[in-house]
């Protein structure tokens, strides 16, 4: 037996759903000279799959990390996940040199991130968590000045690096929404669908996770182990939604509270749905916008920045507890 | 400014009203921290306080009973200003309940509450003492010092991070957070922290210069999240150097004065 309220939220995702098939359908068609139909798609098919895929890791990720770590104002970008991805990246190729397999093959280098992304963040963050007892603030904290590690330490590397290899590099490392990493679209969908695949059974387990530690081990769930997978999951979904479009800090927790805000529940089927649609149809529509209205003269970025700024400052005044 | 400064007008006329010739409570009154703002003020001893009611009334009485509750005591304090008064011709009363503090297990929480209760009762009857510091005025004019020297800073070298952060924190471990003693130091720290950070730019790539900020990027976030997981664990204790010290004894006052302040 389905509650009014539930009825209710899946008319609202269906609708969401439709608005994001709108904005899709307005991203490939707008202002298509026929004549060159197939041209255009090829430049805006793989835009468009790449922002799918960005606004699906990270909705996920940011909601699943929020309700893992109990509190709705954090995402995994404020953690420094995505300085993290960027330094990777750079030491990788650092240390492997411009002409190396990894430099040359993006889905050998994407391969390789992943794998040394998945072991370093689980060490840190599980140590920081475990070391501050899970107390959110000093993790946040923490993560903001390991943000500025990161950062430093990457553009010390590029500085330090020969420029050829630099060239090479920045081709793959500042991948923003004019300039999607399309090579390694399908890699990234490979590797998302197997996250989901391997995380099912954690995923439907959010739903009890939420009500706390001790409840959920009351009720039988192996607490640790699921919350290490789901944040191993959210690491590397971080991680592929950096390598496809670049660092887009506030958009997870934009769209995660704006689901919340939405759909009133506690349903995780229902707040994933909410939090990837709404980030399909801002990243999407907002695209749209830069590529007609203002002539890619101000990147998608930037409003997402400061409507995400201003959200987060929302959120912490009308929030008394954070 | 005028309503604060007649504020603290009204201030000094109360405090007149408990006024002992030759005993100035201001001497014994010692910084705490707030545990839940973090806001450090200044207190008076309980201790002092019921000295001070000595003084003023020599025949007072100060009771207090104490009742177990479920996970805690409950006391309640009366303040009598002669020994001779009925139960109901108190000065001031107050009650307090202390449960059990994980931080301070020696702590026991009757004492506790009894001396919460007995503290905040003679606040009440007036033996307490806020010192007299213009407070808007010191914030107004501490924050403009502080941002025309971040102002002038910026012009001359631009924005270097972390500086300001881990350079106080550090001096304050070692000499206390007495700012009148550590000022020089930490000022002298900085300048050593900024030229070394310099000289490790300067070396790394030896021709070329790497730009500070990256370099105090790193040693600063490294040594603001160790200072931090070091409090986590030690709390906000004092390293002391040899013999006693006295920075270190004034901020291990202090930290017991927290534990214990209401």
Redesign the interface.
Same mark, same amino acid.
């Given at each position: 037996m389905r509650s009014a309220a539930y009825r209710a939220n899946l008319l609202k995702l269906g609708v969401m759903a439709l608005l994001v098939l709108a904005a899709c359908a307005a991203y490939l068609l707008v202002d298509v000279n026929p004549k060159y139909f197939d041209y255009a798609m090829s430049l805006r098919v793989p835009k468009l799959i790449v922002m799918l895929i960005a606004a699906f890791a990270i909705g996920g990720a940011s909601l699943v990390f929020q309700s893992v770590i109990n509190n709705t104002i954090v995402t995994p970008c404020l953690l420094g996940m995505n300085s993290l991805y960027t330094l990777i990246h750079t030491a990788v190729v650092f240390v492997a040199g411009s002409g190396s397999v990894l430099a040359v093959n993006a889905n050998a280098a994407f391969a390789v991130d992943l794998v040394i992304m998945g072991l370093s963040a689980t060490v840190i963050y599980g140590y920081l968590f475990k070391?501050?007892n899970y107390n959110v603030l000093?993790v946040l904290? @923490?993560g903001t *000045?390991?943000t /500025?590690?990161f950062? /430093? @330490?990457q553009?010390?590397l590029t500085? *330090?690096m020969d420029p050829n290899e630099y060239d090479s590099l920045l081709s793959t490392l500042v991948a923003s929404f004019s300039n999607v990493n399309a090579e390694i679209i399908l890699f990234s969908l490979v590797v998302l669908a197997l996250l989901v695949f391997f995380l099912r059974r954690d995923l439907a387990l959010l739903d009890v996770l939420t009500l706390g530690k001790e409840q959920a081990i009351n009720l039988g769930v192996d607490y640790d182990r699921s919350v290490r997978r789901l944040l191993l999951g959210v690491t590397l979904a971080i991680a592929v939604a950096t390598a496809v479009v670049g660092p887009i800090s506030f958009m997870g927790l934009i769209i995660a509270n704006l689901s919340r805000q939405l759909l009133k529940t506690y349903r995780h089927t229902q707040l994933i749905a909410g939090s990837v649609l709404f980030g399909m149809v801002i990243l999407v529509a907002g695209q749209l916008i830069v590529e007609h209205v203002y002539t890619y003269s101000i990147p998608i970025s930037v409003f997402i920045t400061v409507g995400g700024g201003m959200y987060f400052l929302y959120l912490l005044l009308t929030r008394r507890r954070v | 400014m005028s309503q604060p400064s007649r504020k603290e007008e009204q201030f000094q006329l109360l405090h007149e009203i408990n006024r002992v010739e030759g005993f100035d409570p201001a001497a014994f009154a010692v910084e705490y921290t707030d545990m839940n703002t973090g806001e450090v003020r200044k207190r008076l001893p309980v201790m002092i306080q019921m000295a001070w009611f000595r003084l003023k009334y020599p025949e007072g009485r100060i009771a207090v009973e104490v009742t177990p509750a479920k996970d805690c005591f409950v006391a309640k304090a009366r303040v009598y200003p002669s020994y001779r008064d009925g139960p109901e011709c108190y000065l001031a009363e107050a009650t307090a309940s202390r449960g059990p503090d994980p931080a301070h297990p020696s702590v026991s929480p009757r004492e506790w509450a009894q001396t919460a209760a007995v503290g905040v009762a003679l606040r009440n009857a007036g033996f307490s003492k806020n010192l007299g510091v213009p407070y808007n005025v010191v914030l107004f004019l501490g924050l403009s010092i502080a941002a025309m020297i971040t102002a002038s800073v910026v012009v001359v070298v631009g924005s270097i991070s972390y500086i300001g952060l881990i350079v106080p924190n550090i001096v304050a471990m070692f000499k206390g957070d007495k700012i009148r003693g550590t000022l020089v130091d930490t000022a002298l720290f900085g300048a050593i922290f900024v030229l070394v950070c310099d000289m490790v730019a300067r070396v790394v790539i030896a021709p070329y210069e790497l730009p500070i900020e990256l370099i105090v990027g790193i040693i600063g976030s490294v040594l603001f999240i160790g200072l931090l997981l070091y409090r986590l664990k030690h709390g906000r204790k004092a390293i002391r150097l040899g013999a006693a010290h006295s920075g270190a004894c004034a901020s291990a006052v202090s930290q017991e004065e927290g534990g214990r302040g209401q």
């Open positions: 070391k501050t000093y904290l @923490i *000045v390991l /500025s590690f950062g /430093s @330490i553009s010390t500085r *330090v | -």
